[in-house]
């Protein structure tokens, strides 16, 4: 007995503990199908393979509000040992940053366990005259734009507008990012942002056969913690740092700037991010990044988002969580600019 | 291209796979049979475990499941009346009525052939199509988009019924109903009492449940008996075949007006659904036994939703954008195996486009087929008590309205609409009009709304835009220029006006009436584009219920007595509604037994053992589904704690 006792000990010690018989639900509050359920689909496996005691991942949909339903149950049943997981988008943070109504989740509380970058990239019709982003002030068409709402997804990509100080009129109202990218297809609109997946599978055809003309990404976090970089999902692409910067001859700054820093970074370099109950051990937190690393290192991972993503790498640990935390905390002149923003430009009310 | 078609079906004739396809199948037609389990919660239940199959085999199961829902639900919609899924709906009025008159045969047999054609032309149309569907569905702009809606809208005015007034009222409702909820952009959130749970708008599964489902089961407890006072007999396929190939070109053409809602993104099952119906009614000479029990009505319903929802993979294989949500959920399940589909998926993946088509239409066949095999043992149950068959369908109906948010709304909002269903039958207010309201409210307003956004008023010039108005009212203009030289028959008035003064019509009336004018006054406080929607509802919505007040008034002496039956059935009505609170404050695990043993004794008068065993079994599948859907059973507020 005592022996059989210390057998099963040790194989937990050896196993390293943590989650060994456990199940992890990862809540996703959209529908299943949708990007999001299927990059959490995409990583369970790899999960399942590198955390501690290989748990077994239970993927669940809870859909509804906007993401703000299956937020909120995450808020009130959320268990703090780390088997409850949000896996979400900035369609949960934004209306969390914005302080909207019917949010009873406290996000920026949450500690996060991993995240995955969600880039986007911006292209338009080459009716419009352009060539590249440095034409974009010239075109010879008014810009249209073709979004969902103002106040989900979209609102990255009407910043960087605002900061490059475009006039583009804004057309919101599609039911997602499908139709408004067969609108551009089909001419009635000109300027449009596609994610990762999307836009490698299904934009980048229509560039070669010339329909299409990619202009800039997002952008990637640096060093710093600063939105500058190119996204190596794109690397012959500038971001709109620099397209700023080519434009205007300077860095940008103010008050435009910090909100599109702000809303970007939990919308494209942290997209898809794995949220924690706030009383979750730092040991678990732990288990996780260096699950993370090992998923990285994983050479059937490397290959497989290499298809999907361009060899998009999962973030996690101390660093990450400060740069998503600090993100969603946004300051009050950040708060009230984008509230402003919404009501006098896009009639969004609060 | 066609060289791949037989290593196609070779890959597709591997016993894992047919068996995976066979799985799929039986899976479908289950959820199908389920009212309000349809091919999304099919196909998201098979998703997990398709992740343990290869590419080829996980994709056949699902497609196994998609393509045989729409075949399986006819047989809940003739033989019980409630809708087995929402594009459903007519089935569920015209075949239940032919049921009742002693035909289930005939209506089942032309809803499963009518559903294979449809399967078929839908599977031969994704495989000839797809070169061609990508020029027709880059030429449909926003504002085409929109004409079609309208074109919905105009084939439904053909289902208003006999009395005007209480069928514009229905209308109304629905699209009222269909205003609640994101305004055009998130401009506005209206009607939502500042609930998280409206945001997104009502669910359309929880309406059709409401609308439909709800009072069929109140109705089916408190009478006892059989649907035709005694046995269903289901035997002779003959005048089914019979009826079939009569109305072959009605098939036809109401399974290409599937396929072509199919082709549009955005524009659903039931929608398309619909326009076949209203398409049936408008090109029928003797139009007046729709809503009586008129097979055109099956044959044109089930030619058009199985057409449908295969031609939703037509815009999801050739663009990536579903063309509906069960088309998104094996979306999800294509990028799961590392295929993203668009325009070049016809020259790198040949062999998995073929596969897919076979899959459709081996499924489709085979669905048809063995559905003819099993309605005959399912129409025997049929002779069961009637409250025998309500109690698990309740419980069936609460879990399929709870997968849609998995919130105690789900619950509310189908016991608000089975009380607006239930008082709408016994109103005599056709229901069906209310639905397609619903169902058209939200793409009339999308497209509308980005029609004038991105072309301003331009748009009514565009050609499309031109032919779809010439096309609409051709007909139209037609008939009336014939009827000129015609006198039709007149409805009697008494007939029309029966009803209108019993008392469940005036309770009806005035609430919708107090609803509008509630409702007329709130939305005075949104912008001017978040009005429009429902202002289309209640600007005529007002005048016309508040005549019906006022003519039901006047009449009330005459049909006071109208109400025996709706007064039986109150109590019910009450129980249910006793239920449902129940399960927001104890959970419905501990709700479940008193209820469901209240059906059983109280309304079925089952014996003690018998009674016992049925309902040990019911309630524990009932709970042994709500865990294999996931979200597990609503706990309710103090259930945690008992």
């Not at chain 2, 998201?44 to 056949?60: H, K, N, V, W």
């Not at chain 2, 009025?93 to 049921?99: Q, V």
């Not at chain 2, 139009?287 to 319903?301: C, E, L, Q, S, W």
């Not at chain 2, 949500?325 to 590392?338: E, K, M, Q, V």
């Amino acid at each position: 007995m005592a022996i059989l006792s210390t057998a099963i000990f040790a194989l937990e010690v050896s196993a390293g503990g943590h989650f060994k018989g456990k199940t992890i639900e990862i809540v996703v509050p959209f529908s299943p199908g949708g990007a999001t359920f299927v990059s959490a689909k995409f990583l369970e496996p790899y999960l399942e393979k590198h955390l501690p005691g290989n748990p077994d991942i239970n993927v669940v949909d809870r859909p509804g509000g906007g993401s703000i339903l299956g937020a909120n149950w995450f808020e009130k049943n959320a268990k703090s040992d780390g088997t409850t997981i949000l896996f979400t988008t900035s369609s949960t943070a934004n209306p969390f940053v914005l302080g909207k109504k019917g949010v009873a989740y406290r996000l920026a509380d949450y500690r996060v366990a991993y995240s995955h970058p969600f880039s986007a990239v911006a292209y338009t019709s080459p009716d419009t005259g352009i060539k590249s982003a440095s034409d974009i002030k010239k075109s010879k068409q008014p810009l249209v734009y073709g979004g969902i709402s103002a106040s989900a997804s979209d609102l990255p990509g009407l910043l960087s507008f605002e900061v490059l100080g475009l006039d583009v009129k804004s057309v919101l109202g599609f039911k997602g990012r499908g139709p408004a990218r067969l609108a551009f297809a089909q001419g009635e609109t000109n300027l449009d942002y596609q994610f990762t997946p999307v836009y490698l599978t299904q934009v980048v055809p229509s560039v070669a056969e010339g329909k299409a003309v990619p202009l800039w990404t997002g952008g990637a976090v640096d060093a710093n913690g600063n939105l500058r970089k190119r996204d190596p999902i794109a690397p012959d692409l500038p971001s709109v740092y620099e397209v700023y910067k080519n434009l205007y001859g300077k860095d940008p700054s103010g008050i435009e700037w910090d909100a599109f820093e702000a809303i970007a970074s939990v919308t494209y370099a942290y997209g898809l991010t794995a949220y924690m109950h706030p009383d979750t051990p730092q040991d678990v937190l732990d288990a996780f990044a260096k699950a993370a690393a090992a998923i990285n290192a994983d050479p059937e991972f490397q290959k497989e988002s290499k298809k999907v993503t361009n060899g998009a790498r999962l973030s996690a640990g101390p660093a990450t969580e400060k740069a998503v935390k600090s993100a969603l905390s946004a300051s009050p002149e950040v708060k009230k600019y984008l509230r402003e923003l919404l009501s006098t430009k896009f009639g969004v009310k609060f | 291209m066609l060289e791949h078609a037989l290593p196609a079906i070779e890959a597709l004739l591997d016993p894992i796979r047919l068996a995976a396809l066979f799985v799929g199948m039986a899976v479908g037609m289950i959820f199908g049979m389920l009212p309000g389990l349809g091919g999304v919660a099919a196909v998201s239940i098979l998703l997990p475990f398709i992740y343990f199959l290869d590419d080829y085999t996980g994709l056949a199961m699902l497609l196994g499941a998609i393509s045989v829902v729409y075949t399986a639900d006819t047989i809940t919609s003739v033989l019980i009346g409630a809708p087995g899924s929402p594009a459903s709906a007519p089935t569920a009025i015209e075949g239940h009525a032919l049921a009742k008159q002693g035909k289930a045969a005939t209506a089942l047999g032309v809803g499963f052939l009518a559903s294979m054609v449809g399967g078929l032309l839908g599977a031969l149309i994704l495989l000839f199509a797809i070169p061609v569907a990508g020029p027709i569905v880059l030429a449909l702009g926003t504002p085409e988009l929109f004409m079609f809606a309208i074109v919905g809208l105009f084939f439904a005015s053909s289902m208003l019924g006999k009395n005007l007034s209480r069928g514009l009222a229905a209308a109304f409702l629905g699209i009222f109903l269909g205003s609640v909820g994101p305004a055009s952009a998130d401009a506005d959130f209206r009607f939502t009492f500042d609930q998280v749970y409206l945001l997104d708008g009502l669910s359309l599964t929880i309406v059709a449940l409401g609308l439909f489902g709800v009072a069929e089961v109140i109705s089916m407890l408190a009478s006892g008996g059989g649907i035709s006072r005694g046995e269903v007999p289901v035997t002779h396929w003959k005048d089914g075949f019979l009826e079939f190939l009569k109305h072959r070109w009605l098939i036809f053409r109401c399974a290409l007006i599937g396929v072509f809602g199919g082709f549009v993104p955005a524009v659903g099952a039931s929608a398309s659904t619909w326009v076949a119906y209203g398409h049936a009614i408008r090109s029928s000479k003797e139009p007046k036994y729709f809503g009586k029990g008129d097979i055109r009505g099956v044959a044109a319903a089930e030619g058009a939703n199985n057409a449908t929802i295969i031609s939703d993979l037509i815009p999801t294989l050739l663009f990536s954008v579903p063309g509906g949500p069960a088309a998104a959920i094996f979306l999800g399940a294509l990028f799961s195996f590392g295929y993203y589909p668009g325009p070049r998926m016809i020259t790198q993946n040949p062999e998995l486009m073929f596969l897919i088509v076979w899959s459709v239409a081996l499924a489709s066949v085979i669905g048809a087929i063995i559905c003819f095999l099993i309605a005959p043992a399912l129409a025997r149950l049929t002779k069961l008590p009637f409250a025998l068959i309500a109690a698990p369908l309740v419980l069936v109906m609460v879990m399929g309205a709870y997968q849609s948010t998995s919130t105690m709304g789900d619950m509310f909002m189908l016991l608000l609409m089975g009380l607006i269903g239930w008082a709408m039958k016994h109103a005599d207010w056709p229901r069906a009009p209310a639905l397609v309201g619903f169902v058209l409210a939200d793409p009339m307003e999308q497209y509308f709304w980005l029609s004038n956004q991105i072309h301003g008023w331009s748009w009514l010039m565009r050609p499309g835009v031109l032919i779809i108005i010439g096309l609409m009212l051709a007909p139209f203009i037609y008939r009336l220029w014939k009827s000129r030289f015609e006198k039709g028959e007149k409805v009697q008035d008494v007939e029309r006006e029966k009803g209108l003064g019993s008392p469940v019509n005036l309770a009806l009336s005035l609430t919708v009436l107090s609803l509008f004018t509630w409702a007329f006054f709130e939305s005075l406080t949104y912008s001017p584009d978040s009005r429009l929607l429902p202002w289309l509802a209640l600007i005529p919505g007002i005048p016309v219920t508040c005549f019906l007040l006022i003519r039901g008034y006047l009449c009330r002496e005459r049909d006071k007595d109208l109400m025996p039956q709706s007064i039986k059935e109150l109590p019910y009505l009450l129980s249910l509604g006793l239920y449902v609170f129940a399960i927001f404050i104890v959970g419905f695990s501990i709700a479940t037994p008193p209820f469901v043993a209240w059906m059983l004794f109280s309304c079925a008068k089952m014996r003690i053992h018998t009674g016992l065993l049925y309902g040990t079994v019911i309630c524990t599948l009932s709970f042994l589904l709500f865990s294999i859907l996931r979200n597990g059973a609503p706990d309710g507020i103090f259930g945690p704690l008992i």
